[in-house]
């Protein structure tokens, strides 16, 4: 099912990087700034999310990913529509909660 141009998206990063030596430290560290500086906010340790209007600007921030990429391991992102991301369940031990509601305030680029 394709996603319309138009509507709300969620943009989640997950990634996997090496942390074995200080300088994949800091690669970890200077992606993870990266995805906090461009409005991404920590879901899980190394599961980043971000809410975007729509396709348009998903796609900017999918290729602002990609240009501070890290020289190792592994980063994937999925796209989710408004809606699938909020039929999400968040359990924390028993208790479940809802997921994180899409931001009120109007982007400005």
Known sequence: ???SPYQAVW?????DLPTDSKEARRAYTEFRNKLLDNGFSMMQYSVYGRYCENEEKAQVHRRRIKSF???DGEVR????????YAKMKVF????RK?????PSQVEMF
């Open 69 to 71: 990429l890290p020289d």
């Open 1 to 3: 099912m394709a996603i």
């Open 92 to 95: 924390h031990g028993k208790m």
């Open 98 to 102: 809802a997921p994180e509601s899409a």
């Open 77 to 84: 992102i999925m796209t989710l529509t408004d809606i699938q």
């Open 11 to 15: 943009l989640i990063a997950l990634f």
